[in-house]
């Protein structure tokens, strides 16, 4: 299993540009996560989703959009970037939301630079 | 609204030394904790999961330890290893959506 993929490694965008980080996972997990971590500051749930076509803000959710479509795929949509969404965005997924297949699985991140 | 704290943010020990880890939690009513380490620049690898109706998780050289009653985890760490430098990350899962909590890391070096 390659586990949690993410694509790209690192981008660097415009300020008002938008891109789509893509995520996949191949442990046939339920859910799915979004979070940004920003020096210092640990991770920050943006999007959640516990389901094909059933998705759920998380802390931070302003700026951006998600859609999960198929059990495997969780993108995430920023729409006119900003420089304050400068961060490193981590893909996770785990079996289920309670109990020891709560685990979380972790994606390598996509370093994102908004200039 | 849970809060995680982890102290000491930063760490430096000589090789072989145990040592522990800290993460403190203000509502008790856990689900689970989970340990992660972070290398740089790298994705948060699973370490440990523990349960709420669990007291402690063995791996290897790691030990983790939960009291709810207290607010408290441990990560224990024996005979540390310069390969054991990276940043230790805690996060807890409570309340209705059972959605974890991180706490901000304690970033550990290890120096032959």
């Known amino acids: 299993n390659a586990g949690v993929t993410q694509t790209p490694k690192f981008r660097i965008l415009k300020i008002g540009q938008s891109m789509t980080l893509q995520c996949t996972q191949d442990m046939n997990h339920n859910y799915m996560y979004w979070y940004r971590q920003d020096p210092g500051m640990g991770l920050k749930l943006i999007y959640y989703?516990?389901?094909?076509?059933?998705?759920d803000k998380g802390e931070v959710p302003n700026g951006y959009n998600v859609s999960r479509s198929t059990t495997e795929d969780f993108p995430l949509r920023l729409e006119l970037a900003a420089p304050s969404q400068t961060s490193v965005y981590f893909c996770a997924s785990s079996y289920s939301l309670a109990g020891a297949k709560n685990e979380q699985f972790f994606g390598p991140g996509t370093r994102l630079t908004v200039l | 609204k849970q809060e995680v704290t982890q102290i000491p943010a930063a760490l430096s020990v000589p090789e072989g030394e145990n040592l522990v880890l800290n993460c403190s939690f203000t509502d008790s009513a856990i689900y689970n904790l989970q340990w992660f380490r972070q290398d740089p620049g790298k994705g948060l690898t699973s370490l440990l999961l523990i349960q709420s109706s669990q007291r402690e998780q063995t791996s290897g050289r790691l030990n983790a330890s939960l009291d709810k009653s207290s607010g408290r985890s441990t990560l224990y760490i024996a005979a540390s290893q310069p390969g054991d430098s990276a940043t230790y990350l805690c996060?807890?899962?409570?309340?209705?959506?059972?959605?974890?909590?991180f706490g901000r890391g304690t970033s550990l070096i290890v120096h032959p």
């Open positions: 989703s516990v389901g094909a076509g059933i998705t």
């Open positions: 996060a807890v899962s409570s309340g209705g959506s059972y959605i974890p909590t």
